[in-house]
């Protein structure tokens, strides 16, 4: 059980980056900039408490620290903050407008910019544990970033990914985009489904242990009725699954690597 404690003050900020997005390729999308729109308090994703349940080991221990990529609003860190104030939160983003908004509203952790493909961008230091929240499916392979989260956890530590995998041996590549125009009509990445497979051999090819945890989707799962991309439940031969609007079944599942 979490005790209250006082917090600790927050670790200090990381330097500030080079403000231009990065290149084309990387992920990045200025579809994420509707998080601006969406304060951390009031933007808990129902996934937030199954991956604090499996990170509660690592947050639990003296100094535990995390760094949170592609933290966008900050929202995740905002739920940790609640439930273990002692941890040291920080939160990199490539968009700066997320990076500002992210540090005004969730004062217990330090944000800066950062790219996970960029190793230059990264901090310099290690953490207990790192997490990319439904950010893996936006890279159409593994390679830099994979070894860059790896090389951010302390020994002991754990890295936390939480998206769709494929059950399946097979790779699976995606572009969306929206036909009534907005977006501008640009193809988005961002729902890749790489297998469980691919990761295994990568993390074996290093000498690392891993383990993939199912999750279950909520009965009822937040979503905006004006937006055809957000997720919603839906049943698939009597089980439950996520999909959206551009007809893909997304197989969530949390992927945590021991380092």
Known sequence: MNRPLNPVPPAPALPPL???????????????LRYLERPPAEHQRPYFPFVAHHLREVLDRPGASVLDIGCANGAFLHHLAGRYPRARLTGIDALPALVEHAARH???????????????????????????????????????????????VEPGGRAMLFGPFNPHPVDVLVRLRQADGEGDGAWLPGWNVHSRAAFADHLAARGLRHRFHDYQPPTSVPRSPNDPLSTRRATLDGAPVLTNGGGLLLPFALLEITV
């Open 18 to 32: 080079d403000t231009a997005l990065p290149p084309a390729g990387t992920g990045t999308r200025a579809l994420d």
């Open 106 to 152: 969730v004062p217990r952790a330090s944000f800066a910019l950062g790219d996970v493909g960029r190793a230059e961008t990264l901090p310099a230091q290690r953490y207990s544990a790192v997490t990319l929240l439904t950010l893996h499916s936006h890279f159409d392979s593994l390679d830099p970033w994979l070894d860059h989260v790896l090389d951010l």
